[in-house]
C-alpha cells in the first residue's frame, strides 16, 4: 500500500467533504446535468471505500497506478450510466455510433 489505512480514511473524508462542497455549489449554479456529477462523485467514494475494506489501496486503481480494478459490481456499472446518460443525454449513443476515425475527434 502506498498509503496507510489511516491515511486512506483521510482521504475519504476530503473526497466526502469535497462532493459535498460540489453538490451545494452545483445545486445553486442551477444546471440539474452538472448536478448529477455528484451522483459520480458519490459512486466513485463508495467504490473506494469498498476497496479498501478489501484492504486494497485505492489510489492505485488507475491506469497511472497497479491498474487493479476497483471492486465494481454490475449494478455500479449501471448507475454510473445512468448518472452519464442524464448528463450526456444522446451524445454518448450518437459518438459511439460513428465509425473511429483514426486520429480524428
Not at 462532493?19 to 452538472?34: E, K, L, N, T, V
Request: charged fraction near 25%.
Amino acid at each position: 500500500m502506498t498509503y496507510t489505512t489511516e491515511e486512506l480514511q483521510e482521504m475519504l473524508r476530503g473526497m466526502r467533504a469535497a462532493s459535498s462542497a460540489f453538490y451545494r455549489d452545483a445545486q445553486r449554479i442551477g444546471c440539474h446535468p452538472f448536478l448529477e456529477f455528484t451522483g459520480l462523485l458519490n459512486e466513485y467514494i463508495q467504490l473506494c471505500e469498498a476497496a479498501l475494506a478489501l484492504g486494497q489501496d485505492f489510489t492505485e486503481t488507475s491506469v497511472h497506478g497497479s491498474g487493479e480494478p476497483l471492486p465494481m459490481r454490475e449494478h455500479n456499472r449501471d448507475y454510473l450510466n445512468e448518472k452519464l446518460e442524464c448528463i450526456y443525454g444522446m451524445s454518448l449513443d450518437a459518438i459511439m455510433a460513428r465509425p473511429r476515425v483514426q486520429g480524428g475527434p
